[in-house]
């Protein structure tokens, strides 16, 4: 939540997250399936129900939480992990009814390693969906054409200028990551991609700012 204030004080446009869904099938801001790499600790966000997780682990935040906090004031990025548990029907309704202040597309897209997982929903219109590749993302471009999605993003140098140029063509965005430096920031913006991603974004905001300050005076 912290990391999250940062950014919507800096004036960043929106924040990514990744949600785990715990034994009471309700969804925390965790990027991890398990505890391990930030707390030491081998057990699943699936063992724990939501109030034993956050009693033990505070700094894990509900879903719920941070669209009451950010919801309307910064866009949100919401990447779905694959897990088992629960199914996607209850997913969906779940994730539904925590966004249900908001507008899809306008306040937030929901993204997705695997295109498959969200393919299912319903209740949550296509063009709030994002597909997120690793590698090549011939596969995922096809996807969200076929299917008639809101969004792409992979790595940088694997967006090429015709995949681009094919989605706003459609009227999709593409989003490319992950930006370190201000060189790469303004190439890619010059290359009109529509979303950053960068672990670095309250320093590149500030890179925008000092660069658009002295057109507006």
Known sequence: MTAFQQAAEAGVWGIEMDIRWTRDRLPVVFHDPDLN?????????????????????????????????????IHLMIEVKQQSRPGIRHQEKCLEEILQSLEPVQDYHLL?????????FTRIPSQAR??????WPGFSSRWVRRHDWGGLCGHYLLMGAAMMRHHH???RRVGTGFIASRN?????????????????AETLQKEIQQEITPMLQ
């Open 37 to 73: 790499r930030l707390y030491g600790r081998p057990e699943a966000i699936a063992d724990f129900m939501l109030n034993e997780l956050q009693r033990q682990y505070p700094a894990i935040p509900s879903l719920e939480e941070v669209v009451s906090r950010f919801g309307k004031k």
């Open 112 to 120: 997705t390693l695997d295109p498959a997982l969200l393919q299912p």
């Open 184 to 200: 790469c920031l303004f190439r890619e913006l010059n290359r009109g991609v529509d979303w950053i991603f960068s672990n670095s």
């Open 169 to 171: 063509q459609d009227l």
């Open 130 to 135: 994002v597909a997120v590749t690793e590698g």
